[in-house]
């Protein structure tokens, strides 16, 4: 059976979603609260875990996929280390330290560029699990970048907005080059 207004089937299959790269104005979109974690959400973040593992990334932002909602799910294991998902609903910082952090940033939807970002070095943060529950969570080195990055992306923000107009619009044709070149999305 098939559920047309998502395009997506009943069956446990995963969907591989499509993730837009920039420019595209849905990047840009402030995405709203979700209601409650239900398995209609459930179903959508394993796919969009699928979909990260499928483009090679550590974290997704429903955003990224075309749906303006506050979900974000990442896997920091490393390459051989068993799969760890980690879904965020409605995730917020509720504090972020004094010190700073330069990191090393790259984004599914700003294929193949790199840029250093500074943030906080160590935030916290609250959210709803895979399962509703609220959780609280302290959060360091990559899982605190990738939060911080992640959380942008609801917020219509992507890491190449922390940087120069310059290296901004310089990243942009590049994409866009690449685009004609028929290399990207
Ligand atoms: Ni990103």
Redesign the pocket.
């Known amino acids: 059976m098939l559920d047309l207004g998502r395009g997506r089937s009943y069956l446990t299959v995963m969907t591989i979603l499509t993730i837009l790269t920039a420019p595209d104005p849905r990047l840009k979109l402030k995405a709203a609260p979700v209601d409650g974690v239900d398995d209609d959400l459930r179903r959508f973040m394993d796919d969009m875990v699928e979909t990260m593992y499928a483009a090679k990334?550590i974290?997704?932002?429903a955003t990224?996929v075309g749906v303006a909602r506050r979900v974000v799910v990442m896997d920091l294991a490393d390459k051989g280390e068993t799969p760890a998902p980690q879904y965020f609903v409605n995730p917020e910082i509720t504090w972020s330290s004094p010190e700073m952090e330069v990191f090393n940033?790259?984004?599914?939807?700003?294929p193949d560029q790199y840029d250093d970002v500074e943030r906080p070095a160590r935030i916290r943060a609250r959210y709803l699990n895979y399962h509703g529950a609220e959780q609280t969570i302290e959060a360091d080195e990559l899982l605190a970048d990738c939060l911080q990055?992640?959380i942008?992306?609801l917020n219509g923000v992507?890491?190449i907005d922390h940087l120069s107009r310059l290296r901004r619009s310089m990243i942009l044709k590049k994409l866009e080059k690449a685009r004609r070149l028929g290399q990207t999305g």
Request: with cysteine; charged share 20%; hydrophobic share 35%.
């Open positions: 990334g974290g997704l932002a990224q940033e790259g984004c599914l939807s700003v990055h992640e942008d992306h992507l890491f």
